[in-house]
């Protein structure tokens, strides 16, 4: 109940706005690293420093006119210049309705096609987030387009909808994340249980453990990770093939102690004004971070 009023909060345009004026507040400061690449830069150098590494993203979503839309263009490509010229062990991450894939497809995959291409100048990785269903299959159509010119990009497997495997298996020779998923769906395309959820969600990541080129394991759940972790064991699969991934903020102790362990670890490292629908969706998730809202507000 309460997970889908913060999901009705996120997409509320009036507030995505609000919250641009009036910079990180009601806690997403603790979840989002900066609201410029400068502070951002900061933050990833002290998680390098634990042997951390990143990704990075500039945080915005849902864009309807062509002018923002450049404009999150141009501010990925200054990331982008920015991770190379400080040298910081990072890659990036978007989202193409941030680049205009609710204005024109045409235009987001050439908005796209310039970031991946800037990003290969340097071997970077740049990661597609997935966003809901009715984004799905063009962003995969984008996806698939680049893959003919670059191979420095990947993709997000999201564990709750029925497609999921065959998406998987067509995209096997790529850099994956796999996540659960974070959008509301309707029972036509996604499993609605969290039993169901984890059990496709470590279906696919043995699948693509097996099978696939690297896996970026992306919870915040134990139980997933101590199952990863026994499962490669069993099955001496290189430490060189796979990382765990959470976001920014979330198990910090856990984060360092699988880093102290030797596993590959990667943060994802969300900044900028836009912060306001990915704070919502965090709340949705786990309505338990109300508490650094609740702190927030009572330590003024
Ligand atoms: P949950 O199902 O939220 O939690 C399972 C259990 O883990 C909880 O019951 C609790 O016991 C424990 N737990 C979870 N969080 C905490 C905590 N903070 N402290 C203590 N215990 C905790 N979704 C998309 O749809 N598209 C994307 O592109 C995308 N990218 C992502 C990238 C990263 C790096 C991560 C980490 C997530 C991403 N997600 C994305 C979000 C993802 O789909 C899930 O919505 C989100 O991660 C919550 O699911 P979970 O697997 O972390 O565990």
Known sequence: MLKD????????????????????????????AGVDIGETIKSIRELNA??????VDNL?????????????????????????SNGVDAHVSLKPT??????????????LREI?????????????????????????????????????????????????????????????????GA???????AYQTAEEIDANFIKLIEYHLLNGKFTSIATHDHNIINHVIDFVEKNSISRDKFEFQMLYGFRKDMQLDLANKGYHFC????????WYGYFMRRLAERPQNL??????????
């Open 5 to 32: 009023v913060f999901i009705g909060l996120s997409k509320n345009q009036f507030l995505t706005s609000a919250a641009k004026k009036y910079g990180l507040k009601l806690g997403a400061q603790t979840v989002v």
């Open 98 to 111: 941030q680049i205009g894939l609710d204005i024109d497809y045409d235009f987001c995959y050439e908005n």
């Open 291 to 300: 508490n650094l809202v609740v702190k927030q507000v009572f330590n003024k």
């Open 116 to 180: 991946v291409d800037a990003a290969s100048k340097y071997d970077m990785h740049i990661n597609l987030d997935m966003e809901d269903y009715g984004h799905l299959q063009p962003s995969y159509d984008l996806l698939d387009t680049l893959l003919k010119d670059y191979d420095n990009v990947g993709t997000v497997i999201q564990a709750y909808f029925y497609r999921a495997m065959d998406d998987i298996e067509k995209h096997k020779d790529l850099r994956l994340r796999i996540v659960k």
């Open 183 to 189: 959008y509301k769906e309707p029972a036509e395309y």
């Open 50 to 55: 634990k042997g951390i590494s990143c990704t």
């Open 60 to 84: 915005g979503e849902f864009v309807f006119e062509k002018e923002e839309a450049l404009k999150a263009k141009n501010s990925i490509l200054e990331v982008i210049e920015s991770i190379h």
């Open 267 to 274: 943060v994802y490292v969300p900044f900028g004004d836009d």
